[in-house]
């Protein structure tokens, strides 16, 4: 099994900058695709940016030219750095990752969350 663990959430102001890290740790042959997702109070699960192992990124239109996703795959670890960030991306911010497990079986694996909150 895969763990996700992400840091560095916190409280900023509009216009202000947060980075946030996943590193993923357990058994496992590999991982493809890794991502950030979002969740604000009464709305439901949306994505924000995937990376895929080769480097390949998407975008949420929300977000583009703001934030930007990469990672480094010798340390399973994506990172997410947001900057002009707005009220509205305020939510609890999720880690995924697509896990191909040793006898070649692929599941998804996600973190805890961390809270982002955006305001004055």
């Known amino acids: 099994q895969v763990q996700l663990v992400e840091s560095g959430g916190g409280l900023v102001q509009p216009g202000g900058s947060l980075r946030l890290s996943c590193v993923a740790s357990?058994?496992?042959?590999?991982?493809?695709?890794m991502g950030w997702y979002r969740q604000a109070p009464g709305k439901q699960r949306e994505l924000v940016a995937t990376i895929t192992s080769g480097g390949s990124t998407n975008y949420a239109n929300s977000v583009k030219g703001r934030f930007t996703i990469s990672r480094v795959n010798a340390k399973n670890t994506v990172y997410l750095q947001m900057n002009s960030l707005k009220p509205e991306d305020t939510a609890v911010y999720y880690c995924n990752a697509e896990v191909r497990t040793i006898i070649a079986t692929l599941y998804q694996a996600w973190g805890q969350g961390t809270q982002v909150t955006v305001s004055s």
């Open positions: 357990g058994s496992f042959f590999s991982i493809n695709a």
